[in-house]
């Protein structure tokens, strides 16, 4: 498999953060039951991955790159 999926990345965020996945969701006002839901189900929104770099202190981008080079946020 070439990447990794959100429900990987977001634990390695919170392993690297010193953080539960339980904390995070209420930290986001989520109960950690809905948040695991989310999770498994991949359903996860932009909004909501921007607002995990937020609160573990990192950046969430998303683009594509033309193969000119253009990037389109």
Do not use: D
Not at 8 to 24: A, G, V, W, Y
Not at 26 to 38: D, V
Request: proline share 1%; aromatic share 6%; net charge positive.
């Amino acid at each position: 498999r070439l990447y990794m999926t959100t429900l990987e990345q977001i634990k390695i965020l919170c392993l690297r953060s010193n953080i539960s996945i339980s904390e995070l969701a209420r930290r986001m006002g989520q109960s950690p039951q809905n948040f695991n839901a989310k999770l498994k189900r991949g359903t996860v929104s932009t909004k909501e991955l921007i607002l995990i770099g937020k609160i573990l202190n990192a950046t969430f981008e998303q683009y594509f790159v033309l193969k000119n080079g253009e990037i389109i946020k």
